[in-house]
């Protein structure tokens, strides 16, 4: 009887363990995401910038064309 009741305080205790892991790689999943969703609107606004060079410059060629 000692015996399981060993190896039952074992796997609760891994089950612990295991779930404290699933805990820690979903937080870190979510930072990752949130990180990508952060990343993602920094690159839209520079491509606003680029775009918006891009039309100065061809608004500058075209003045100089004519």
């Known amino acids: 009887m ?3 009741t060993r190896a039952a305080a074992y796997w609760s205790n891994e089950v612990d363990r295991q779930l404290r892991v699933i805990e820690s790689l979903a937080s870190k999943r979510q930072e990752m995401l ?3 969703e952060r990343l993602g609107r920094e690159l839209s606004k520079e491509r606003s910038v680029l775009e ?3 039309r ?3 608004n ?3 003045s100089t064309c004519t």
């Open 2 to 4: 000692q015996e399981l």
């Open 34 to 36: 949130n990180e990508a």
């Open 52 to 54: 918006g060079l891009e």
């Open 56 to 58: 100065i410059q061809q």
């Open 60 to 62: 500058e060629r075209q």
